[in-house]
């Protein structure tokens, strides 16, 4: 039931069975409603969709010569919709890696491996609880500047009927 | 003339029954007459001494003698005092009796004073001084104080003289005795009297005019001085009349100083009133006086009166003789003073500067002892706790470059420990009571502990190091490694403080061998601050560096230097340093060694060369070792030096014949001591009870023992070589490459094509289904759309790394091999079969595509069987 209210996660990665094996593992723990894509302009074309997470392959496409790797669509993804945020899947456990890709905006990322599922849940609940504080800390916001109006609107009234009191009262 | 306490005294002597007792009072009893009634004083020490000598009581013979001396002393009699007076102090030496001693000085040191002799004076003054202080008797402080005074102004130091005095004079007047108190003012006026403060001087005169009854020795001692001081103050007749009045006092009492005083005062009265021959009457019986008694300076002074008043008289014959009596007086007397002073102050100085070094010497040493007990305590404390707690993390599995930085700290640790423990002996350097060892030990290995030791200190700084060892210098020597240590990392360790940039160089080089010596000079070279020419010759000293602001800006005890250059010493051998100022130094440690009898063969320093590494990177190794640390460290050293060896464990010799007969190995590095089943009997029952490959594998002992008897056993029990632990990674290396044969590794790769590394047979299954049952929570449909897709996806993936082969393209193959990878792990194919991970290394390294080559196609073998087990699952 794809409504508006859906919230999407893109699965981004050329290899099928790391696809399938994570789109299952997410879709018995989480209620996004989740998209696989082997290229990664194709998850660019449905960010229309706007997903509240991307998991993306480090090494996406890297034996496609004419197609954009890993950091490019990290790159496109953070441009063109800075609040989603993205997961990236590396093979190597190596800190270069990571830090290039944390300097490109991804919100944390994963070796492949066997821990690999378990660590990517984490990390979902972790945005999950961001977005939640977000919203809260957003509706905090919206009732400090109704409250904020409110006063002032009693300020102005107050001053209003002193005025028409004094007016209105005989003088000694 | 009885005083009251006389009296009550001589009461008490009758009601008294004590012997002993009795003496004590008849000593009193003098005391109190002593200053007045010689003679009587006298009689009574006669007195005391014979009764004393009657019933044995050495002390009252003492006291007695010294009482007799102090009587002699007032009737001139200097000679016998002095008799007397050694007497009772060899008494009270016998006796320890410091009283009699103190008093003994005392009175000794006052007829040298009359006799003007005065370094005698001051010894036995100072003596007495000393045992009063000893005892706390502050009186009697002050009563030689106040001789020092009297003595002081003996040398004509009216100053010092006066200062000595008034510092007497409050103890005395809380004490109130009054004899001290004569004296004491007697002295006072003196010394007024010299200084021409002649009011002062009558006062205090006068004061004692008063405090005395007339007719005593002190009364007519203070009338003298009154009528001397009226002289001087132009009152003649006031002074005629006092003069007068003492010395017909004197003249019964004998008292000599009174008599000259008085007879010179009044000549030179009569002189002064133009009565010469009085005047010369009176000037003559003081002449006569002065000389019997032979009182130089009074002498001096009546010479030259005599001369004036015969020159008056016109006799100016007699008042040349007497001027030249004078004159010769005078420069003896002058030469006397002279030598008085000196004497004096070289006698004050010595006792003054013994008095200061033993007390500095006494605090120096309690000093010493509390700093080293608390040293001991205050470093050894903590230091424990750093190597325990560093024990106890080694024990819990570190990671690998944890393990380095913990040996790191507990190497500096333990060494540490080991310079406190000698700083803490360094009492026991000097007394020559530290031992050097004489092990055999290997010089490179020192060598090599130092520079892992000092190599983050140097990363730190930003500065080279260099550790360098001569080819010549042989491979064992006999000495003491511990202290070579102490002294190359004391040094090195100065030469890193004191260097900001470039480089610090230790080289180990061999300066002279015989059959029986072998002597290596170790030379530490920095490009530091240098040492300026005049501290070279104090740096060896104990707590010094060159220049205290050193010690500010670097810190340090100033110690090793020290240390070490005894250490040198005692190993046969010396320090030397070559230094200029802001250039750098070189300090050069030259050890005498021992030969040694242990024979290592002469390494060769070349390194393998990389055919010879890349084979040895394929060899099977079964390391047994019992020990997990030495385990840990046998398996990272292979590893950083063979990447992608295969090492298998076993924990002792049984484990590593259970493994040999399991699985073909090429190489088993065996440790000799072990629990359960040791190194040498495992060897023998490879050699002879296992058979076919097992029986023929290579064994390379690792041990500590190197002696060559042990060496021959092992090799008799059927090993083929050995290395010494901790092993260098070179010479195991080499030891490796040596025992390697054409056949190895096991799995007959020939050896002039590049091997592959020879994955272990494979096993019944390759696949194991654990990891994804998990996953799906054992849901075979999904379990099943897993492995569909990996029988997909991998044998495409496998064609990729084969065009990659064919088209020589490392890229292709890394990429292939990568995403390969994960998907064999989900499968359960592990990495020691598969080698994935290997293949995606060597083509990250861009290795041989012939090894690559044989490493896929070991792959495909392996993923053709996970692929017949998947298969033959669904």
């Known amino acids: 039931m794809a409504s508006k209210m859906d919230k999407y996660i893109f699965l981004v990665d050329d290899e099928p069975l790391q696809n399938e094996m994570l789109k299952n593992y997410i879709s018995e723990r989480f209620e996004y409603t989740i998209k696989s894509y082997t290229n990664g302009e194709d998850a660019i074309r449905d960010l229309s969709l706007v997903p509240d997470v991307v998991v993306l392959d480090y090494h996406l496409n890297s034996n496609i010569n004419d197609a954009k790797n890993g950091v490019d669509i990290l790159k496109d993804l953070k441009r063109l919709a800075p609040d989603t945020h993205v997961i990236m899947l590396t093979g190597q456990d190596d800190l270069a890696v990571a830090v290039d890709i944390m300097k490109y905006g991804a919100f944390d990322y994963v070796i492949k491996s066997e821990t690999a599922f378990s660590r990517t849940e984490n990390i979902l609940n972790n945005i999950i609880i961001l977005r939640n504080l977000k919203a809260s800390n957003k509706a905090y916001k919206n009732i400090t500047r109704m409250l904020v109006a409110a006063i002032v609107g009693i300020c102005i009234f107050s001053v209003y009927l002193v005025r028409k009191l004094d007016v209105s009262l005989p003088r000694p | ?616 990177r394929k060899l099977k190794i079964l390391l047994v070792e019992d020990n997990e640390f030495n385990r840990m460290v046998a398996e990272d050293t292979l590893q950083e030096y063979l990447p992608g060896i295969s090492i298998t464990m076993a924990v002792n010799g049984q484990d590593a014949i259970d493994q040999l007969q399991q699985e073909a190995f090429d190489v088993v590095l065996m440790d000799i001591q072990m629990p359960v089943m040791d190194g040498l009997t495992a060897t023998k029952v490879i050699r002879k009870e296992l058979t076919g490959q097992a029986q023929q594998v290579k064994i390379i002992a690792m041990t500590a023992n190197v002696l060559q008897e042990d060496v021959k056993e092992y090799l008799a029990a059927g090993m083929d070589a050995y290395v010494s632990k901790p092993f260098h990674p070179q010479e195991l290396l080499k030891k490796m490459s040596e025992v390697m044969t054409d056949t190895m590794p096991v799995g007959g790769d020939i050896a002039n094509e590049p091997i592959v590394p020879e994955v272990a047979a494979p096993p019944v299954r390759v696949t194991s289904m654990d990891f994804i049952k998990q996953f799906t929570g054992g849901n075979p449909d999904k379990m099943k759309k897993y492995t569909t897709i990996f029988l997909d996806n991998a044998p495409k993936l496998l064609a990729q790394l084969d065009a990659g082969l064919a088209a020589a393209d490392h890229g292709t193959i890394k990429i292939a091999s990568h995403s390969l990878k994960p998907q064999m792990t989900y499968m359960g194919i592990k990495e020691e079969h598969s080698n994935i991970a290997g293949i995606e290394h060597a083509a990250d390294r861009k290795d041989d595509f012939a090894v690559i080559g044989k490493m896929i196609g070991t792959l495909k073998t392996v993923c053709e069987q996970a692929f017949r087990e998947i298969r033959e699952q669904h």
Do not use: W
Not at chain 2, 215 to 229: I, W
Not at chain 2, 279 to 305: C, N
Not at chain 2, 382 to 387: E, F, G, L
């Open chain 2, 1 to 616: 003339m009885n005083t009251e306490r006389y009296a009550v005294l001589q009461g008490e002597l009758e009601m008294q029954q004590d012997e002993e007792k009795k003496i004590s009072i008849l000593l009193k009893m003098a005391e109190e007459v002593k200053n007045f009634e010689v003679d009587k004083a006298l009689a009574l020490s006669d007195e005391v001494i014979t009764r004393s000598q009657a019933i044995g009581y050495v002390a009252g013979v003492g006291h007695g003698l010294c009482l007799r001396g102090f009587c002699f002393r007032l009737m001139g009699k200097y000679n016998e005092g002095i008799d007397v007076l050694k007497e009772a102090l060899t008494i009270a030496r016998k006796l320890n009796n410091q009283t009699i001693e103190a008093v003994g000085h005392y009175y000794l040191g006052s007829i040298y004073r009359e006799l003007g002799d005065l370094a005698n004076v001051l010894t036995n003054y100072d003596r007495a001084l000393v045992i009063n202080q000893e005892m706390g008797d502050e009186y009697y402080q002050s009563v030689i104080l106040s001789n020092i005074s009297n003595l002081l102004f003996d040398c004509n130091d009216y100053d010092g003289a006066l200062e000595y005095a008034l510092k007497c004079l409050p103890i005395f007047e809380r004490v109130n005795n009054v004899n001290s108190l004569l004296n004491i003012h007697n002295t006072l006026g003196n010394i007024y009297f010299k200084k021409e403060q002649f009011d002062d001087a009558l006062k205090s005169f006068q004061e004692n005019l008063k405090r005395s009854e007339p007719g005593t020795t002190a009364y007519v001692n203070a009338e003298s001085g009154v009528g001397k001081v009226y002289y001087k103050m132009q009152h003649h007749e006031a002074a005629a009349t006092h003069l007068l009045n003492a010395l017909e006092k004197a003249n019964e009492q004998g008292g000599v100083e009174v008599r000259v005083i008085c007879t010179y005062y009044l000549g030179n009265l009569y002189m002064d009133r133009g009565d010469y021959d009085t005047a010369l009457q009176y000037m003559l019986t003081a002449l006569d006086v002065a000389t019997e008694y032979k009182r130089r300076q009074d002498l001096m002074s009546i010479h030259e009166k005599l001369s004036d008043l015969y020159e008056k008289m016109g006799d100016i014959h007699t008042a040349f003789k007497y001027i030249k009596s004078f004159e010769k007086l005078k420069d003896e007397v002058f030469k006397q003073n002279v030598f008085n002073e000196l004497n004096n102050l070289q006698a004050r100085q010595q006792i003054e500067l013994a008095r200061k070094e033993k007390e500095v010497a006494e605090r120096a040493a309690q000093l010493k002892h509390k700093f080293m007990a608390n040293m001991s305590h205050e470093i050894r404390t903590p230091m424990n706790a750093i190597v325990g707690m560093t024990r106890l993390i080694l024990a819990k599995d570190p990671r690998p470059e944890h393990l380095r930085y913990l040996n790191a700290i507990r190497m500096s640790a333990d060494n540490l420990l080991v310079i406190i423990n000698d700083i803490l002996d360094f009492s026991k350097i000097e007394a020559g009571k530290v031992t050097i060892e004489h092990i055999d030990f290997n010089v490179r290995e020192v060598m090599q502990g130092l520079h892992d030791m000092l190599y983050t200190k140097v990363e730190e700084k930003g500065i080279a190091l260099i550790t360098e060892t001569d080819a010549a210098i042989p491979q064992m020597v006999v000495g003491d490694p511990t202290k070579v240590n102490q002294i190359l990392i004391n040094l090195a360790g100065n030469a890193i403080k004191f260097t900001e940039k470039g480089s610090v160089e230790i080289r180990a080089v061999l300066q002279r061998a015989d059959d029986e010596q072998i002597v290596i000079r170790f030379d530490v070279k920095d490009s530091g601050i240098g040492i300026a020419p005049e501290y070279l010759g104090t740096i060896f000293d104990s707590f010094t560096q060159a220049g205290s602001d050193i010690t500010r800006k670097f810190g340090g005890t100033g110690l090793g230097l020290s240390i070490s250059k005894q250490l040198a010493t005692l190993m046969g051998g010396d320090i030397l340093i070559e230094s200029e100022l802001n250039k750098g130094s070189t300090f050069s440690a030259v050890i005498v060694f021992g030969r040694s009898a242990v024979q290592l063969e002469d390494r060769k320093e070349e390194t393998l060369d990389d055919e010879k590494i890349q084979k040895l």
